[in-house]
């Protein structure tokens, strides 16, 4: 085992056996929630060079926190396993059950701010679900890394800093849920994973970023327009699951065979990741027809990463009686139209919320 490994070793056994080895308690700190849920932020590789090849969801979350043990200067970090996987199998089911503990844990007065590290893969699709659904102004902060915690120039612990310094922030409150990896934050509705390996893959190339880590406090630049959190109009407390939905990617020769399969898989609704402007085939164009006629709503998105879909322009919406995903990707209007269908099954509402959030 080299040095490294031998460290971390060492940090999960003093994690799961130690609590002398906790800070002091600083009576002022906030208190910050640390949820988490796997990914690579809680990686370990065979080697400190293994960056491929390893295993995500490995690391608990008392381990995570007590390899940073400076975050005992920033807040009083308390942990929870929320649970442990590769982020490529978070589904809606894990949504609701994160959302249910985070809206409860920001209830309790003491509790100041929330952390989920979360695996990067579908991060922004669970950041976005959260943003849609907590209701409460104080931080809630999404983190992973894109080296396992085994390897060197780990990125997962400063990360995991800044995001509880973001968090504990009084000046994050009420800016949604925000994303925050190598010292950028950005908003949970904007952000999209664009490179699959870099350390700088978390951008909202269009919008830009909302602010950064600076010399360990947060600094911002801009805020998100958007409703979010407390001003929107879902409400998932009560539920036990969420309509399904489905995404569809348009490409030369795709045909109607994926519509088809969603429609035989009993969707409520269908998300058509379009080619350039939302632009639809002429079979694939049948097929969603034929998709609404059976009440399925659907939404024309594009697979291109920016701009908006304008409505009427590729397809005459009004007609055909379909929704446009405004400027949000298809995996992020997958997450709206889940929610909107907790709602209603009527277009122009659903419409108005693709404007609205
Ligand atoms: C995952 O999404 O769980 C694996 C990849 C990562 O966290 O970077």
């Known amino acids: 085992m080299n040095a490294r490994l031998a460290r971390l070793a060492l940090t999960i056994v003093a994690a799961a056996f130690s609590v002398e080895a906790q800070p002091a308690r600083e009576p002022r700190l906030p208190n910050v929630a640390v949820l988490a849920t796997g990914g690579t932020i809680a990686g370990t590789g065979a080697t400190s060079t293994t960056t491929v090849g390893y295993k995500a969801a490995t690391v608990g979350v008392d381990a995570l926190i007590a390899a940073v ?43 100041a701010g929330a952390v989920i590290t979360h695996g990067t ?50 000046d994050a409150a009420g800016r949604g849920v925000m994303v925050c990896l190598n010292d950028q934050i950005n908003a949970a509705r904007d ?17 830009g970023l909302l602010g950064v880590i600076e010399g ?34 348009a490409y030369a020769g795709s045909g109607r065979v994926g519509i088809d399969a969603m429609i035989a898989a009993g969707v409520r609704g269908i998300v058509h990741a379009g080619t350039g402007n939302g632009s639809l085939s002429i079979d694939a ?29 590729e397809a005459d919406d009004d007609a055909l009686d379909f929704v446009v995903a405004d400027n949000l990707s298809p995996q992020k209007a997958r997450v709206l139209l889940t929610l909107a269908l907790t709602r209603t099954a009527d277009t122009r509402e659903i419409q108005r919320m693709f404007w609205r959030y």
Do not use: C
């Not at 049948?286 to 009440?295: N, P, W």
């Open 69 to 111: 043990p400076e975050l005992g200067k920033v807040a009083h970090v308390s942990g929870e396993q929320v649970f442990q996987i590769a982020s490529e199998n978070m589904t809606p089911a894990h949504w609701l059950l994160l959302a249910a503990r985070v809206n409860e844990l920001l209830a309790r007065e003491d509790v």
């Open 121 to 170: 893969d579908t991060l922004e699709e669970t950041a976005y679900f959260l943003d849609l659904v907590v209701k409460s102004t104080k931080p809630v902060v999404l983190v992973g890394a894109m080296r396992p915690a085994t390897a060197l120039s780990a990125d997962g612990p400063m990360n995991l800093y800044n995001a509880v310094v973001l968090a504990a922030s009084p």
């Open 191 to 207: 952000v999209t994973k664009t490179d699959t390996s870099s350390l700088e893959t978390f951008r909202a190339p269009e919008l």
């Open 216 to 249: 360990g406090r947060p600094v911002f630049y801009r805020a998100s327009t958007r409703l979010h959190t407390g001003a929107t109009e879902f409400d998932v407390r009560n539920l036990q699951e969420l309509p399904k939905v489905g995404i569809v990617l």
């Open 285 to 313: 164009k049948a097929a969603l027809v034929e998709a609404r006629s059976k009440g399925i709503v659907v939404v024309r998105a594009s697979r291109i990463p920016g701009g908006a879909v304008a409505r009427n322009g």
